[in-house]
T-cell receptor, first 116, second 114 residues
């Protein structure tokens, strides 16, 4: 299947700082990228949907000013957690979709964020 | 509000036998269903999908069954292998409304013992 990378895989930051997570589709052009968040033993919760060149669509309850998403190109989307707090500590996963059926949505390996 | 539910958090099956993972959903607008396999600290890997116009889809050892009237789907793995041990997520999409965004269940942890 297609390859999606995320960087960094793990990050520890202090409360109040901002953290940027990159999601890249390595061998296909991703018209749409999704950002998910997973708490321990919970399901993946969709945070936002981003289409290249347009503003992201955020799910209800997700603060768009806190979780800044930029889908600058067909292979790169970034999620910036601004003014991070300990409750933002979580596992963040992106997925990328090219053309084709909804099954052709490939997930990155995830980023473990710990805010101290 | 959890629209996709996997009520069994864990399942243990002996190698060679059938594993049956269940999933229920509440949104009748869902028209595409997927199963993903996930290892700890990794992203989900797509396994198999089914459209709402079908009631069965088979791919090798994996078969997904869909019962729209009951809003229920299941994933059958036969024969089960130790390498199948992982967390399995059921996901659903309402393509007409939300495009390709996925709604996930909480997952079922499958353990296949030798």
């Amino acid at each position: 299947g297609a390859v999606v990378s995320q960087h960094p895989s793990r990050v520890i930051c202090k409360s109040g700082t901002s953290v940027k997570i990159e999601c890249r589709s390595l061998d296909f052009q991703a018209t749409t990228m999704f950002w998910y968040r997973q708490f321990p033993k919970q399901s993946l919760m969709l945070m936002a949907t981003s289409n290249e060149g347009s503003k992201a669509t955020y799910e209800q309850g997700v603060e768009k000013d806190k979780f800044l998403i930029n889908h600058a190109s067909l292979t790169l989307s970034t999620l910036t957690v601004t003014s991070a707090h300990p409750e933002d500590s979580s596992f963040y996963i992106c997925s990328a979709k090219g053309g084709g059926s909804v099954g052709e949505q490939y997930f990155g390996p995830g980023t473990r964020l710990t805010v101290t | 509000d959890q629209q996709v539910k996997q009520n069994s958090p864990s399942l243990s099956v002996q190698e060679g036998r059938i594993s049956i993972l269940n999933c229920d959903y509440t949104n009748s607008m869902f028209d595409y269903f997927l199963w993903y396999k996930k290892y700890p600290a990794e992203g989900p890997t797509f396994l198999i999908s089914i459209s709402s116009i079908k009631d069965k889809n088979e791919d090798g050892r994996f078969t997904v069954f869909l019962n729209k009237s009951a809003k229920h789907l299941s994933l059958h793995i036969v024969p089960s292998q130790p390498g199948d041990s992982a967390v399995y997520f059921c996901a659903a999409s309402d393509r007409s409304n939300s495009g390709y965004a996925l709604n996930f269940g909480k997952g079922t942890s499958l353990l296949v013992t030798p």
